[in-house]
């Protein structure tokens, strides 16, 4: 039907011509109450914004001389940000001359990595960033 005649019929009902397919020929248009429309709209959104998950990204720090205590706690505190559903930054701070043995800090990393073992998987790999040796770590997926 033309728009005048739908209008016409939204009036009689004192409802809204509400257009849902602008760009369709022809135009395909509902009668609603719109403010009732809206409504719905608005708690379908919250309420898919309270369900959702924010994904943090957490950091922890470690020099190429950690010690093995130290080192297993950093690698606690991980697994605790890991089961918590968050993406741990794992970072080797190189300072002065420890720029020249980077396979320290690799070897340093690698080990940090074995000691979370099966809980993370590496999104993305070690690289340089600077004085920082960086890669990502992100907790494995439930089945």
Known sequence: MSSREAQFKANEYDLDL????PNAQPPVCKILNYGKYRFEQQKKAKEAK??????EIKEVQLTPQIGAHDMAT???????????GN????GVRFRGRQMTHLDVGEETLNNF????????V???PASMDGKWMITILAPKRKK
């Open 50 to 55: 309270k369900n959702q998950k924010v994904v």
């Open 18 to 21: 509400y257009c849902v397919a």
């Open 122 to 124: 590496i999104e993305k």
């Open 87 to 90: 993406k741990v930054k794992v």
């Open 74 to 84: 950093k690698a606690k505190a991980t697994l605790k940000f890991l089961s918590e």
């Open 113 to 120: 990595i074995a000691l979370i073992g099966e809980e993370a």
